[in-house]
């Protein structure tokens, strides 16, 4: 069964609270573009993420505002940071990495950094259409002139999904993979 990839590149999920510090009482999420996840979207905000020993500017912000801050990034990104992140689900941020958000307004420092799991994104009946009851992981395979197969890829089971894997950069860039491939679930 073939599912179609998109590749997360660095990015920062906020709370309302650390949401208002960087960017003013005054200031609205906006929409940038809309995400092939409903009722998720890329922000027209960016910040700047930072240590001690290196930064990156323009790290977009994405919507909605969440009940958790967040800052996911790749394996690549936390050498240049000077970070160990952890591999967590979005939305678990036990043992992440500390970080500075910088934004227009102020900034915040927080243990919010992770690397994202490998995930596909799908509801209770797309699990059941697909034959993926009662299995949380399943492997991707990859066929091209980098073939590869990706292991220990969660399946993140919700009420509204679209059906699509998610890799972070190091994983589609090492095997020559961009957003819009299709790529083969091995159960």
Do not use: W
Request: hydrophobic fraction near 35%.
């Amino acid at each position: 069964m073939k599912v179609k990839l998109g590749v997360s590149n660095k990015h920062v999920h906020l709370t309302e609270i650390d949401f208002k510090t960087l960017f003013g009482n005054d200031a609205v999420l906006t929409i940038d573009k809309e995400l092939v996840q409903p009722k998720q979207f890329a922000s027209t905000l960016t910040v700047t993420i930072k240590t001690e020993k290196a930064f990156f500017d323009n790290v977009r912000v994405l919507g909605p505002i969440r009940d958790y801050t967040q800052v996911e990034i790749s394996k690549t990104d936390a050498y240049k940071l000077g970070l160990n992140p952890p591999i967590r689900d979005s939305g678990d941020i036990a043992n992440a990495e500390e970080i500075q958000i910088v934004g227009p307004n102020g900034s915040i420092t927080r243990k919010c950094a992770i690397i994202a799991t490998r995930h596909i994104h799908l509801t209770k009946d797309m699990q059941k259409e697909y034959g993926l009851e009662n299995i949380q992981e399943v492997s991707v395979e990859y066929t091209g002139e980098k073939g590869v197969i990706f292991k220990n890829v969660k399946l993140k089971v919700q009420d509204e999904a679209a059906f699509e894997l998610h890799l972070d950069t190091d994983d589609a860039n090492g095997s020559l993979l961009k957003t819009g491939d299709y790529l083969t679930i091995i159960k």
